[in-house]
């Protein structure tokens, strides 16, 4: 449903993949609500992914850039600028990559060179697109950055490795910058910690199936999808939300508040409750 929230709006958004992502979502919602948006990724993600259907679809163009250099980072904000005639209104970051996880290498033997690797992909790309934005004025006043991050920032969870790391210092340069933007342009830096949701990127997380299990047993309203994210960010963008900055809000459906649901104790009971049944059978037949 179409309010005009973004009417009159530009933004930059990075990392839709394909019709999976989070990103994707956000890109087709701020097209519907009257937003001018342009398109980026990494060259080689662009060659895996749809992204061309999306630009074509919301009337827009992909510009590649690679997140972790600032040459390209530079060249992608002047080309944004040039294809709105000026600047902008709000800035989408939803990558994230961790080599180790997809190696299936554990938290407690990490290969350093691909740890660095995790932290420059998913979070100091963060500080680069926001620096070199700040230093060419390419945000107009009141405008909006957000990133996608995750409650394995502040608690851990099995299997989110060294994401959950990147997810820290994401959060923590949101914070930081988000003092600076805002005294001086009143632009608002946040983080979304979003439910746990099944990306491109996120099936690549160990566990990901029961993690999802658990955290929609835990949750009073159930895990959030990828379109309610979508709609959530649409409000960050919009007007309606002009004072929030330098936060990390859930959107994870009351997960992050909760210690245990009855669902969850449930499950648990049952399943140890067929243990102490399967432990006393093995007992009486030996």
Avoid at 33 to 38: C, K, L, R, Y
Avoid at 225 to 248: G, P, R, V, W
Wanted: some cysteine.
């Amino acid at each position: 449903m179409a309010f005009n929230l973004l009417k009159g709006k530009k933004g930059l958004i990075f990392g839709a993949l394909n019709d999976m992502s989070i990103a994707w979502k956000v890109a087709e919602k701020a097209h519907e609500q009257g937003a001018e948006i342009v398109l980026t990724n990494a060259p080689f993600a662009l060659r895996l992914g749809d992204t061309d259907k999306l630009a074509e679809a919301c009337n827009s163009v992909v510009i590649p850039a690679d997140a972790t250099k600032i040459e390209d980072i530079e060249n992608l904000i002047d080309k944004t600028m040039e294809r709105f005639g000026g600047k902008f209104d709000f800035i989408l970051h939803s990558i994230g990559m961790s080599p180790n996880v997809r190696k299936g290498i554990t938290y407690d033997n990490l290969n350093y060179d691909y740890f660095l690797k995790t932290l420059d992909v998913s979070a100091l790309s963060f500080h680069k697109i926001l620096q070199v934005s700040r230093k060419k004025d390419a945000l107009n006043d009141w405008g909006s950055v957000l990133a996608l991050s995750y409650v394995a920032a502040q608690r851990t969870l099995y299997g989110y490795n060294d994401m959950a790391d990147a997810k820290s210092l994401l959060e923590s340069i949101a914070r930081s910058f988000g003092y600076i933007y805002g005294r001086e342009k009143k632009i608002r830096i946040n983080t979304i910690s979003q439910s746990p949701t099944p990306t491109t990127a996120g099936k690549g997380i160990m566990g990901l199936e029961d993690l999802m299990d658990f955290s929609n047993r835990m949750s009073p309203l159930g895990n959030a999808t990828a379109d309610e994210c979508a709609d959530y960010c649409i409000a960050m963008f919009s007007d309606l939300t002009k004072k929030i900055t330098m936060q990390n809000i859930f959107h994870d459906g009351g997960f992050s508040s909760m210690g245990m649901s009855r669902r969850a104790m449930d499950v648990y009971s049952k399943n140890l409750d067929a243990l102490e049944f399967k432990d006393v059978t093995h007992k009486f037949k030996k």
